[in-house]
């Protein structure tokens, strides 16, 4: 249950405060209250055995995967890079140095890291993504809201973002048994961000 998750279980998600209204019947009033939906961060797997090469170099130095870093480790994949990001390199190069930073121990650059991440995923995917690098964005993502969870640091991610992070979880989760509290909770959720009242 939801609820009932042992702390270092809640690493593994995003953590999505959501408003629901509850109606007390004895007093005849309605009340706000504040629920934890959490979505399970769902990894990602690499496309090719290159892909897989590149995820495992950060992997196992416990580090995002940082596409300049990649150009001086993977020199071979420089070409596909510069033609599907050079339009944005300068952000890329400003990531690198947030995630330098970050890796050094500033939490101001680890939560500037995800949003400058958020912020590049709307650009994906690419023709390096799709074809060579594989999905690190979301991997990306993923490693950064652990950070910050493991750090115990409060922080929001975009809508746009959690409606991600929701999809892909619900396409991990097909066939399994339905949540219905979850279900409730993502549905809430979305009313709220139509009525424009997340948090």
Known sequence: M????????????????VEVEIY???AGIVRTII??????????????????????HFKEKD?????????????????????????RMQLYEKLSMHFKEMLAGSED???LAIYFTELLLKYEPTLASANVLGDFQTH????????????????????????????????AFEGRPR?????KLVELWEYNVKKGKTI
Request: proline content about 6%.
């Open 2 to 17: 939801q609820n009932k998750l042992d702390p270092k279980d809640k690493i593994n998600y995003y953590i999505e405060p």
């Open 24 to 26: 007390l019947k004895k």
């Open 35 to 56: 629920k934890d939906m959490y979505v399970d961060l769902i990894d990602v797997e690499p496309i090719n055995e290159g892909s897989r090469e590149i995820f495992d």
């Open 63 to 87: 580090e995002p995967v940082d596409l300049v870093e990649i150009m001086n480790f993977f020199p071979q994949y420089m070409p596909a890079i510069f033609e599907s990001y050079y339009h």
């Open 109 to 111: 650059s680890m939560r």
């Open 140 to 171: 990306n993502i993923n490693y950064l809201v652990r950070k910050l969870n493991e750090a115990g640091q409060k922080f929001l991610l975009e809508d746009k973002t959690v409606a991600y992070l929701i999809k892909r979880r619900n396409q």
């Open 179 to 183: 949540d219905r509290e979850f279900d």
